[in-house]
């Protein structure tokens, strides 16, 4: 592993742990940043679900800033150690969007309080964790292998394939040149 990537990470990641860790512990300093986004994005959510998945969900917006917060402590640990590095990163990106939503220059308070810098910080962030998650570190990904082994198949099928109808032609061939023998034996045979 490179060493300039695990500490690129780990520095990333650390920010999601401490403010995730922070979130859990004492939601009530964030609920009300939180609750329109929450407000807005809650019940779609609960909309979109299956009712299964559903019932999971926060009802509160404590709840749901607890469940973000645990959500970034965790996969930004998973980031820092490098195990299932791409799946907490893609979570870390989708914990990003109430923040961004909520600190867009849209909204008018943020556009009369002046903060943009916070909306590009939280911009910044979700860009990073989303270039962590589509980090291979230079090796295939799935997809490519599977593109390329179906590939491989396909020639070696093909190659198989025409194997088969050659030495289907050598034998056709030689059984026609027995069938020519046999005929002339027979004839000279009954001469």
């Not at 609960?46 to 404590?62: C, G, I, N």
């Not at 709840?63 to 791409?86: D, E, F, K, P, S």
């Amino acid at each position: 592993m490179n060493l300039l990537r695990f500490a690129a990470r780990t520095m990333l990641a650390s920010y999601f742990v401490v403010n995730g860790a922070k979130a859990f512990l004492k939601p009530d300093e964030h609920v009300a940043t939180v609750e329109p986004v929450v407000a807005t994005l809650g019940p779609t959510l609960q909309r979109a679900l299956p009712d299964a998945a559903a019932v999971y969900l926060p009802t509160t917006t404590r709840g749901w800033v607890q469940c973000i917060g645990a959500t970034q402590a965790v996969a930004g640990a998973m980031l820092a150690t490098g195990i299932g590095r791409r799946i907490g990163a893609g979570l870390l990106a989708a914990t990003m969007i109430p923040a961004v939503l909520e600190t867009s220059p849209l909204h008018k308070q943020n556009r009369a309080s002046g903060a943009t810098a916070e909306f590009l910080t939280n911009v910044a962030l979700m860009g990073g964790v989303g270039l962590a998650a589509q980090d291979t570190q230079g090796r295939p990904t799935l997809a490519w292998r599977a593109r390329t082994k179906a590939e491989i198949l396909s020639k070696q099928a093909a190659n198989t394939r025409l194997q088969i109808e050659k030495d289907a032609a050598k034998l056709a061939k030689r059984a026609g040149d027995v069938v020519s023998d046999a005929q002339r034996s027979i004839g000279s045979a009954l001469s």
